[in-house]
């Protein structure tokens, strides 16, 4: 049984400090990007997924021209561009929102990399993340903010699940659209906020999009969707970890890899699903969810 563990595991997997870091963090983020990948993936809005990870890297970039922690002006700007799209999405189309703000952060990140005339390492570490060079200092703070927000989705899930499926029954209920816009987009932001540091900018969204998407293509209710998408991340970053140790090849490729097999498996098991008598499974049309 040992030489099974130690030719699955290798040794030190989980007794160096940073390796016991990286698989809290990556376990608290985890199950955060599942649940907001969740509505992600209701709603239709992989852009914004994908839009506000890349465009808050202007906000770091911004941050380490000024002397600032580069993660702080990460999440401010994450922050800022969740308010902007979700308040302006209702008055215009919302592919154009979202592409609007992230050129227009892009191109501000350009700027302030341009002006700071100098090689920022932090700043670009952001773009493919650094999971197992996580403090324990930050461990703690990924973990207590991935439990809080966790606990705001618990809050709002009802509300922003019928604006999410039935906008016009939610709107007939008293839910304000705008208020859920608004709380969709800022938890993305948050979410990314504390995803980009770990398997960075540029495949962020790939722990929000696969896992979720995958969920919803093996379940058959929106709760058995979340609980799947909650169970294959945990699963990605997990087997991430343990391949990146052994191989040392990059988390970030291993995430998005990992998600995109979940993905590929998950549509194979519902494509045999469906050609049973009796078989259907629910799937993410982007304005709600449907068996098919």
């Known amino acids: 049984m040992a030489s099974i563990w130690n030719t699955i595991f290798a040794p030190g997997l989980f007794s160096y400090s940073f390796v016991v870091h990286a698989w809290v963090a990556a376990t608290a983020i985890a199950v955060l990007a599942a649940l907001v990948g969740f509505f ?27 002397g600032v922690n580069s993660i702080l002006g990460l999440s401010v700007f994450a922050i800022l561009m969740a308010l902007g799209m979700g308040l302006m999405r209702r008055r215009s189309h919302n592919g154009v929102i979202t592409a609007l703000a992230l050129v227009t952060a892009l191109g501000l990140g350009d700027l302030f990399l341009t002006v700071g005339n100098t090689y920022a390492p932090e700043v670009f570490a952001l ?10 200092s930050e ?26 499926t039935v906008p016009d029954f939610a709107a007939a209920r008293g839910v304000s659209l705008t208020a859920m816009n608004v709380t969709f987009t800022l938890l993305v932001a948050l979410a990314a906020s504390l995803t980009v540091p770990v398997v960075g900018a540029l495949l962020a969204f790939s722990l929000m999009i ?6 919803w293509y093996l ?14 991340a945990l699963g990605t970053v ?31 098991i519902n494509w045999f699903r469906r050609r049973r008598p009796g078989e259907a499974a629910v799937v993410p049309t982007g304005s709600g969810a449907v068996a098919r």
């Not at 992989?46 to 890297?57: D, E, K």
């Not at 773009?127 to 324990?136: D, M, P, R």
């Not at 696969?210 to 969920?215: C, D, T």
Request: aromatic share 10%; charged share 5%.
């Open 127 to 136: 773009l493919f993340g650094q999971l197992l060079g996580i403090s324990g």
């Open 210 to 215: 696969g896992p979720a998407a995958a969920g």
């Open 238 to 268: 997990w087997v991430a970890i343990v391949i990146g140790y052994d191989s040392s090849l990059p988390i970030g490729f291993l995430v998005a890899g990992v998600s995109l097999l979940a993905y590929m498996v998950a549509r194979a």
């Open 40 to 66: 992600v993936n209701l709603r239709g809005e992989a852009f914004v997924a994908h839009a506000v990870p890349r465009g808050a890297f202007a906000g770091a970039a911004g941050a380490f021209l000024i």
């Open 139 to 164: 461990m703690v703070a990924i973990a207590v903010l991935s439990v809080c927000l966790v606990g705001v989705i618990a809050v709002v899930y009802r509300p922003l699940l019928l604006a999410s």
């Open 219 to 232: 379940a058959k209710t929106p709760w058995g969707a979340m609980l799947y998408s909650v169970g294959i």
